[in-house]
């Protein structure tokens, strides 16, 4: 039983020695990595690193991770001779990230010396933008930063989801970094669509020829105003009565017929001796006829005047209250605003 | 009658709206054609003669109280141009006052001139005047009926044996016109004088139409 227990023993040993490798970390890799580089121990380093830059999923590295164990590893495969292997590490390094610059304290001057070379003749692009914009007036843009690895001649446009370019934002060197802005308008200048779109940085070479490209993914949304309600109609309660009913119209007939019996009977009463003329009779005629059209009209209803006047005025100022409604309604419906989400760039074709 | 008490009345008026510290607030005018007829009765016999008058009107009114001129001037004639004729013409100053909305109170003097080609009969007339104004229709189209009578306090004439008094009346409509400043009036309008002992009594009747602007 000796014998076999001690070869169990010695087998749970082996696989508690090998178990730590297998469960490290992609971070921890990288960490040991660095050790080695830091150690010289550059084939195990070598290793190492790529075997820490090669995990995907979940257990990747992070973004700053991994350029720092792709600069760590193309500075060990310069020191194990492989200067080709390492410029590859140093040109993916700057596809990753544009910008990135070799720290002159951590690292030999012929390490920075090659990072320098490979820098200067990748044509590496990167685009960043607002995550979030919102168009609402006219001179609102979205604002975009593409940065280059080294000056190069780029082509900045917007294509639609199905490639159609919508519009050119720049076309021109850029040595380091340029700033640029979308109005989110077509070429012709109408608004765009909701919708997908795909900010595209094209990279040329010395021979126009374009040799990578990135693109930031933009979400657009157009954003309508709500529109105002019209102000509530006037309500009846808030008007006066604009007629009172009508009288029995008893009172004009009888004043009518009164003046007409005083013209005619005025000459008896006053002036007996005026024999009273005939044409009288027509200012009598009239007076009784303007009786009766007073008795007709008193029986209609009758027109207040000052409550249609202060009605009218009410009325006036609900119309003006309406048009100013309307009109703001107007212009919000002609300003139609844009709500632009920007995603992270990611290679489009090229290396 | 006496001038004393044609004073005294138009005194009350005046007391009863004084005319301090009002300033006046608007003035409106008024012209007018008259279809007139003058009779004259004296013991067994008399005249009559008709013609057209035309006349002008103009008052200011002090808040209730209002100060309105008058002239007229017309020629009367026996009859198409013939026979005997006289121009008549006509002048008057009224103060007025409202003591309620529909009753209009004035005084003040009327005086009135014959003018025959034997002499001007010239009558001076202190009277007093009550009006009473009320609406038939409104307000689409206003129409107004008046009646006014007068009675003389004083009274005087140029002639023997003197006056023994004067009095009159008016009666008739108004109507306004919606949204504007215009009106026309028709009425008919009478008065009488006397002479002392009844030597003589005239008449002058007429009926009148007005055209006017502002006031109504």
């Not at chain 1, 709500?226 to 009172?244: I, N, Q, V």
């Not at chain 1, 005939?278 to 009239?286: K, Q, T």
Request: charged fraction near 20%; proline fraction near 6%.
């Amino acid at each position: 039983m000796r014998p076999t227990a001690a070869l169990l023993g010695l087998l749970a040993l082996a696989a508690s020695w090998g178990r730590p490798a297998l469960a490290q970390t992609p971070a921890e890799q990288l960490a040991r990595g660095v050790r080695s580089y830091q150690n010289l121990d550059f084939d195990n380093a070598a290793a190492t690193l790529r075997a820490a830059l090669a995990r995907t999923g979940p257990a990747a590295l992070s973004d700053t991770e991994q350029a720092r164990g792709l600069v760590y590893l193309g500075a060990t495969e310069l020191y194990r001779g492989r200067r080709d292997s390492a410029a590859a590490a140093f040109g993916r390094l700057l596809f990753r990230d544009p910008r990135y610059r070799v720290d002159q304290l951590l690292f030999p001057p012929e390490v920075t010396g090659l990072f320098q070379q490979v820098r200067i003749t990748t044509r590496a692009a990167a685009v960043v933008a607002t995550p979030l914009t919102q168009l609402r007036r006219a001179g609102d843009h979205l604002v975009v930063w593409v940065y280059t690895a080294s000056s190069q001649p780029v082509n900045v446009a917007v294509l639609r989801a199905n490639g159609v370019p919508l519009r050119s934002l720049y076309q021109g060197e850029v040595a380091d970094s340029l700033q640029i802005s979308w109005d989110g308008r077509a070429a012709d200048g109408s608004l765009a669509d909701s919708g997908r779109y795909l900010l595209r940085v094209d990279s040329r070479g010395d021979d126009g020829r374009v040799v990578r490209s990135v693109g930031l993914r933009l979400d657009v949304m157009q954003v309508r105003r709500d529109t105002l309600p019209l102000p509530l109609p006037l309500a009846d309660s808030l008007l006066s009565p604009e007629f009172r009913p009508g009288s029995s119209g008893r009172r004009g007939l009888m004043t009518g017929l009164a003046a007409a019996t005083a013209v005619v009977v005025l000459p008896s009463v006053l002036a007996s001796k005026a024999g009273g003329m005939s044409e009288r009779f027509v200012v009598a005629l009239a007076l009784g006829t303007a009786g009766l059209y007073g008795f007709q009209v008193q029986r209609r209803p009758q027109p207040i005047p000052e409550n249609i006047a202060a009605n009218q005025a009410l009325r006036l100022a609900w119309q003006r209250q309406a048009d100013s409604v309307s009109a703001e309604n107007a212009a919000r419906r002609r300003n139609i605003g844009l709500t632009i989400r920007a995603g992270v760039w990611r290679p489009v074709a090229g290396q | 009658m006496s001038a004393r008490v044609a004073a005294l009345a138009l005194a009350c008026i005046l007391v009863a709206r004084p005319l301090a510290a009002q300033g006046p607030r608007f003035v409106d005018v008024e012209a007018d054609l008259s279809r007139a007829r003058f009779r004259s009765a004296v013991p067994g016999g008399g005249e009559a003669l008709s013609g057209l008058v035309l006349g002008v009107r103009a008052r200011t009114s002090f808040r209730a109280v209002s100060l309105e001129a008058s002239y007229a001037q017309g020629r009367l004639s026996a009859g198409e141009g013939s026979g005997p004729s006289r121009s008549v013409v006509d002048g008057s100053l009224f103060v007025s006052t409202l003591p309620v909305p529909w009753l209009t109170l004035k005084a003040g003097p009327q005086l009135r001139a014959y003018v025959a080609p034997g002499g001007t009969e010239r009558w001076v007339m202190w009277e007093f005047r009550a009006r009473a104004e009320t609406p038939i229709a409104s307000p689409a189209l206003s129409l107004r009926a008046h009646v006014e009578v007068w009675a003389a306090l004083v009274s005087s004439v140029n002639a023997d044996p003197g006056a023994a008094g004067a009095r009159g009346g008016q009666a008739g409509m108004v109507m306004g016109l919606p949204r504007s400043p215009l009106w026309l009036r028709l009425s008919y309008a009478v008065d009488q004088v006397k002479m002392k002992d009844n030597a003589r009594t005239e008449a002058l009747e007429a009926v009148v139409l007005t055209i006017g602007l502002g006031g109504r």
